[in-house]
């Protein structure tokens, strides 16, 4: 079969950002490997959330990876059941430093997952929402990482070496979160198939509480938009 | 319980390289974790090495980690069966450039595994056994792609923005493999415990014809010393 579009990995989580970058990259005209992790997660409903959208945007490939790792290892309030899902009223409240739902080297282990994909499936471009504005203060969504990941990604692969590695896309890291959505707001991305909270109630239905949710709907707000999904709490 | 002994993870194939890092690990006086991979490689004997290796060193703890990534992504005589992997008589017909034996992205998803269970561990260091003499040309062993990695990984992880990220290193990086088997030999590495075939026979025993067992072979000839383990080819 001969290809005439471009491909891009798009690394999907199902939230905000992910669904929005895959918007962009199928508004660009490539053709979409999606690639979602299921990592042991509490919020495991973005996997459902992920599916709806590569459905929605015929995503040539969807690969959803088992990841026991971060589950085996802790150490975050996404990952153990031991450490709560921190929540607040307004994002005024939000904790400063790095929260408590940071997952150690979670972003290095799906960009690296994402460039072995990009090798094998020929794919020109990577692209991964990370967002360093109206973010939760993790150190692997800044554009230094993401740079320096890049140039070590390079070196890595025979791709890299041979000169046709896979380039690294991060089209919502200077944007506030109400760019975000007025951006795929504008592309037609449903984001009544997404999914953003980390602590869901048990029918999946968003907290409104924890830090992605107030981001979220911040970002909605602030956008003069409304936010398709339902919520538990009305505190915002 | 107070630990006395800084930690480090050693990234342990149970192939001759990586047993030669736990040794010279061990003899730094480093309490040791190994990291080992399932990632569906032909030869899984070696991962019966690595437990060997981790009982004689006394590791506090064996993370053997299943990747399902690598099988399924395929590209590679290691874990594609429609790929076959290469064989010669000698270490002068190895062929030239990036062999078949290549897996796509696999010390960048390793060391990437690594760096997050450093960080959960509060490990100083990671010992990684890469070589780039003696080796099969895979451009993720080469000292750029590590440098670029280190940064990386650096900037990734809470623990680097705070100033305490592990130190990554490669003490067998500009050994040939004669070398590398003198200084184990001379640490005491126990190098009957070692696995390092790609093709094995149903038993476990090396083929002695691939490129790791004819690398090894020289290797030990070169050092002037008996390779204890048994081949099933005379050839090298």
Request: net charge negative; charged share 20%.
């Amino acid at each position: 079969m001969t290809r005439h579009e471009p491909t891009a990995i798009v690394l999907l989580s199902g939230g905000l950002d992910s669904s929005t970058c895959m918007g962009i990259a199928a508004d660009e005209g490539f053709e979409i490997i999606a690639l979602s992790f299921d990592y042991g997660q509490r919020h495991r409903c973005e996997l459902e959330a992920s599916r709806r959208l590569v459905r929605h945007y015929r995503a040539r490939r969807h690969m959803i990876c088992e990841l026991g790792l971060f589950r085996e290892l802790g150490g975050s309030a996404l990952t153990d059941d031991g450490i709560p899902v921190p929540v607040a009223d307004s994002v005024a409240q939000i904790g400063e430093g790095i929260p408590t739902t940071y997952v150690p080297a979670r972003n290095l282990v799906f960009l690296s997952y994402a460039v072995g994909l990009a090798e094998v499936e020929g794919a020109s471009t990577i692209f991964i929402g990370v967002n360093a504005v109206d973010y939760s203060g993790y150190p692997d969504c800044r554009p230094e990482f993401i740079q320096a990941f890049a140039e070590a990604a390079g070196l890595a692969i025979k791709a890299g070496v041979e000169g046709r590695g896979p380039s690294l896309r991060t089209p919502l890291i200077d944007l506030s979160k109400a760019e975000i959505i007025a951006k795929g707001r504008a592309l037609g991305v449903p984001y009544e198939l997404t999914h953003s909270c980390y602590h869901p109630r048990e029918d999946g239905t968003a907290c409104g509480r924890c830090d992605s949710c107030l981001l979220r709907r911040k970002g909605f707000a602030d956008a003069g938009l409304c936010d398709p999904i339902p919520y538990a709490s009305s505190a915002a």
